[in-house]
């Protein structure tokens, strides 16, 4: 038995890897792919913290902003700890040897991202999240840290009694069988649910939110599900992302008689509803314009941008415009933990995008969750360290992993009526349309009905490809099943939540409504209610 | 249009055998093309995505011989698609990579010590921002011809990686780390530049490991293979 075992590998689940062993813990890490492979790679534009160089940024300007951003939702305290923690976690990331880009008095540069008052996102070209990642990959093997990859996590193993953790179930991909993963306590870090919104998301495809729905399952609680934040600016047709760092420069918004619209730098929510209107209301088309930047500029700041743009829309941004839609990127709600990082459960963390510490509230700021990886990755990692050295408990309950290898069996043996894959992209659109930048409570009921129409459904659904070895469709089918969990209770959040706030915009209650909703929205395996101090 | 996949499975101890599909040809990426072929023609199809935009490194295979991602790979009529070289097929187009990862723990490719903070100039940073754009995809792994003579072989991404390391100002252990390449590292690449093409990210691995020997060399050590006979360390270098 492990004392700390972390599920997920990107950038959460390795800092709380380095840390949970630099605290005298064994550690394994297990993922469902590749530690290099996660979603932390494709994070562009920066890593805030006010470093102070040049201008007149503080760390309380920082949190200001941050504090602002969240709308009401988010906690003083955890945004303190995130933006107190920021240039310490630069610093460190800078000791380590990631390749930041500096200015031409040899510090490292900064860039202003959407809704921030300074120049404070630390970047690397536009690789930052990719730079950052591989990083924290090396230094996990200086460390000897060991991966068990390509395991798709199933449960979390509980003793019944008094919902404590004793470890996790997970199936091998590259061999079919389930696996049981003892540890005193276990991390969670296996990213948010974006991909709910299937292909209108910036998102890695398994982006699927396996963690948080496991976490659930296994009676944590979840918070602020409800609260998606869209990206203003993807490429129309592929969903790719293009950086806010493009806007940062400079970049424009237009619409299709070319002229501009909107402020270029307001918060996503904000000008993700503002693209929107101009795209049902207005001229129905919106353009992002970066080609007054230069190529020189482009290749240098930007040079993933211009290639993926080429690639997926045929346009050359250096001297055509790109053409753009809001979609999912970055969802906020998560496992809800406390401010030792640790869930409802005993033992069991959770950190990075999977989890909910109350520091984007509303409305996550660029650059914020990169830093949120490194501050509590650190806090989730010596916590876990530290409660699996006080724990004596063990726990020989083989209860989880018989039935999941029966469960596991059984889709193996069974006919498949109706095809999953129709239902995910069915799931994407539904969402995208009816649970998305903006929302309204009729819309949201038919959604609902929609979901657990396809909830009934799911006892006709399984796989095709009966295969052992490295079944990809089964893996699909398990993700697509987490989705349909994590679906609903998104949907009852956004029902329940009658005012906007932040990225839910309801349109049918337009304003904010401290009175009755300055409260975190609350979910379990059982019921959603509204609680929690902010 | 028509793709013809290598498919390959441990279950049915089939061999690698070439499957036909049919499409309908509209302006994609390979990546979309396998996507809708598991998802409309045949769910049992194996390969492995994630990001699609190119920095994950999951969809490397070849086509036609040749390396690439799919998710930056528009095909064409008749294409022959394959898992990469050099590591084990797991099944279709997924090969398993943890082997090929060990090397960069061999190399020592990471920051030794973590030091104080050290100022970096934009042209110090410059030096090795190429090499840090590695996405470990495994493709410059795939067409590299040593692993026919030594499966030890440290490799280029790892190599790369190395030098990414070793050019840095900020690091602080350089003999450590030039230490780790010299058996089955760069002293074992034959220069072929078989890897230089097919990066993605335009990283060219055999100007690093030339850079190591270069290092190397001013660091005392010698090329085993200058003194012929006494060291056999496979493949002879040019």
């Given at each position: 038995m492990v004392d700390v075992l972390i599920v997920g590998a990107g950038g959460a689940g390795l800092v709380a890897a380095l840390h949970a062993k630099a605290s005298g813990a064994s550690v394994k890490v297990i993922c469902k792919s590749y530690p290099t492979r996660s979603q932390t790679c494709m994070a562009q534009g920066g890593i805030n913290a006010?470093?102070?160089?040049?201008?007149?940024?503080?760390?309380?300007?920082?949190?200001?902003?941050?504090?602002?951003?969240?709308?009401?939702l988010g906690s003083k305290e955890a945004i303190d700890m995130l933006c107190f923690n920021g240039v310490e976690a630069v610093e460190w990331l800078d000791r380590i040897g990631v390749p930041f880009s500096r200015t031409s008095d040899n510090k490292i540069a900064q860039r202003r991202l959407g809704g921030a008052t300074h120049a404070r996102a630390c970047y690397a070209q536009d690789y930052?999240?990719?730079?950052?990642?591989?990083?924290?990959y090396d230094q996990c093997n200086r460390e000897g840290i060991e991966f068990c990859n390509e395991r798709f996590l199933l449960n979390i193993m509980t003793q019944e009694s008094d919902l404590h953790v004793s470890g996790v179930t997970a199936l091998n991909i590259k061999t079919?069988?389930?696996?049981s993963y003892e540890a005193k306590s276990v991390i969670l870090a296996t990213g948010g649910y974006s991909r709910l919104y299937d292909r209108h998301s910036t998102n890695a495809t398994n982006s699927t939110g396996d963690g948080i729905a496991a976490a659930l399952r296994a009676g944590a609680k979840l918070s602020d599900m409800e609260f998606v934040q869209f990206h203003p600016t993807a490429l129309k047709n592929s969903s790719i992302l293009i950086s806010e760092s493009a806007r940062g420069a400079g970049g424009h918004l237009l619409d299709k008689n070319h002229k501009r619209f909107t402020d270029e730098l307001a918060p996503?929510?904000?000008?993700?509803?503002?693209i929107l209107k101009e795209l049902e209301d207005g001229s129905g088309e919106v353009f992002l314009d970066i080609r007054h930047l230069g190529e020189k500029f482009i290749d240098e700041e930007l040079p993933q941008e211009r290639k993926l743009a080429k690639l997926y829309?045929?346009?050359d941004p250096v001297n055509e415009l790109i053409p753009i839609k809001p979609v999912a990127h970055y969802t906020m709600g998560g496992i809800e933990v406390d401010n030792s990082s640790q869930t409802a459960l005993k033992g069991l963390f959770g950190v990075g995008e999977c989890a909910n510490h109350n520091v984007h509230g509303a409305n996550r700021l660029g650059g914020n969750s990169l830093l949120e990886l490194i501050v509590f990755g650190k806090q989730a990692g010596e916590n876990a360290a530290k409660y699996a050295k006080e724990s004596t408990f063990t726990c020989k309950s083989k209860r989880v992993f018989e039935s999941d290898k029966k469960s596991i069996d059984a889709l193996r043996d069974f006919e498949v009526e109706i095809d999953f894959y129709e239902k995910k992209r069915a799931i994407g659109e539904l969402f995208y349309r009816y649970v998305g930048i903006k929302r309204n409570e009729k819309e949201l009921l038919s959604a609902l009905d929609e979901i657990l129409k396809i909830k009934d459904e799911l006892c006709k659904m399984g796989i095709r490809d009966k295969s052992q070895i490295y079944n990809t469709n089964l893996i699909e089918f398990l993700e697509f099943k987490n989705i349909l969990e994590i679906g609903e209770v998104v949907i009852n959040s956004a029902i329940k939540r009658k005012e906007s706030r932040g990225a839910h915009f309801r349109e049918d209650k337009p304003f904010q409504d401290d009175e009755n909703f300055a409260l975190h929205t609350i979910a379990d395996n059982k019921s959603i209610s509204f609680g929690g101090e902010i | 249009m028509r793709v013809h996949i290598k498919r390959f499975s441990l279950d049915d101890e089939i061999k690698q055998e070439s499957v036909t599909y049919e499409l309908e040809a509209k302006e994609q990426t390979l990546l979309a093309i396998l996507q809708e072929i598991k998802s409309t023609q045949d769910s049992s199809l194996s390969f492995t995505s994630s990001c699609r935009?190119?920095?994950c490194g999951s969809c490397a295979m070849r086509v036609n011989g040749v390396e690439v991602l799919a998710c930056a790979y528009k095909p064409k009529d008749g294409d022959v698609v394959e898992p990469l070289k050099n590591m084990p097929?797991?099944?279709d187009l997924v090969v398993d990579m943890d082997k090929a990862l060990t090397c960069n723990t061999k190399a020592a490719a990471f920051s030794s010590k973590n030091s104080k903070n050290i100022a970096l100039s934009p042209d110090d940073e410059?030096?090795?921002?190429?090499?840090?754009?590695?996405i470990l995809c495994g493709s410059c792994y795939s067409a590299c011809p040593v692993y026919e003579s030594n499966e030890n072989f440290i490799g280029p991404f790892a190599l790369t990686r190395s030098w990414r390391y070793v050019s840095d100002k900020r690091e602080q252990d350089v003999d450590q780390k030039i230490e780790a390449i010299q058996k089955d590292g760069i002293w074992d690449c034959t220069l072929c530049n078989e890897c230089v093409p097919v990066c993605p990210q335009g990283i060219a691995p055999k100007q690093d490991i030339m850079m190591l020997r270069s290092k190397s060399g001013v660091m005392g050590h010698i090329d085993p293979n200058m003194f012929g006979g006494g060291l056999d360390f496979g493949t002879p270098t040019f």
């Open positions: 006010a470093l102070s160089h040049g201008d007149e940024d503080l760390v309380e300007i920082h949190a200001q902003d941050t504090l602002k951003s969240s709308q009401g930052t999240g990719l730079k950052i990642l591989h990083t924290l079919g069988e389930v696996e996503r929510d904000k000008l993700s509803q503002a829309e045929n346009i | 935009s190119s920095v097929v797991i099944r410059k030096v090795n921002e190429l090499q840090s754009d590695c």
